[in-house]
Structure formats: C-alpha cells, structure tokens
C-alpha cells in the first residue's frame, strides 16, 4: 500500500491548513487510517486517526483545534489544522494500518509561524 500525502506549508499562528493523504487502491482494506508528527528532536507522535466506521481519535494537544475525516468517495483521508499554533510545526506523516501492519506516506511540513 502506497500513501500520497500532500497539504502542507506554511500558515500563520491561529490560521488553518489540511492535509490529504490518499492511499493507492486497498482503501477499503485499511482498518484505519491518520496522521503522526515529528518536531525536530522530538519523537513522533500520533496526531489522530480514524477507523474504518468513522470513529476518532485525536492527541491532547490538538483536540479541538484539528479534525480528521474520510471522503469514502474519493478514497482519501483529510486531516483540517485549525488555530495552528507554532508548537504544531513538525513534519506529518501519514499512515494506514491493516490489522497489526503500519503503512506509511512520506511527510509533509507544516511551518506555523508569523
């Protein structure tokens, strides 16, 4: 399983970007499907991800700044960055995971700053 990411940049602390992640066929067969990020220095972390019903799962720092959702249609994973603060500065990664297999896209930079 392959995993196109796209959506990132530079935004302005309290302003917004989404990332994309759209994987190539089997999205169907992905049980879930979400977001890690990793600052410079910093270990990755999980940011969110949502299962193949549609429930969530956000990290604590960005509950209620960020969600995460699934266009079946289009076969892609969208994850909206509300109120960007520059602690959010990191490199995303996508993933998908098919039972216990992680499938991974390649990064994405987020840059908050003003």
């Known amino acids: 399983v392959q995993l196109q990411a796209s959506g990132g940049g530079l935004a302005q602390p309290g302003g917004s970007l989404r990332l994309s992640c759209a994987p190539s066929?089997?999205?169907?067969?992905?049980?879930?499907m979400g977001w890690y990020r990793q600052a410079p220095g910093k270990q990755r972390d999980l940011v969110a991800f949502?299962?193949?019903?549609?429930?969530?799962n956000y990290a604590d720092s960005v509950k209620g700044r960020f969600t995460i959702s699934r266009d079946n249609a289009k076969s892609t994973v969208y994850l909206q960055m509300n109120s960007l603060k520059p602690e959010d500065t990191a490199l995303y990664y996508c993933y998908g995971k098919i039972n216990a297999d992680f499938y991974w896209g390649q990064g994405t930079l987020v840059t908050v700053s003003s």
């Open positions: 066929g089997s999205f169907f067969r992905l049980n879930a």
């Open positions: 949502i299962r193949t019903g549609g429930s969530t």
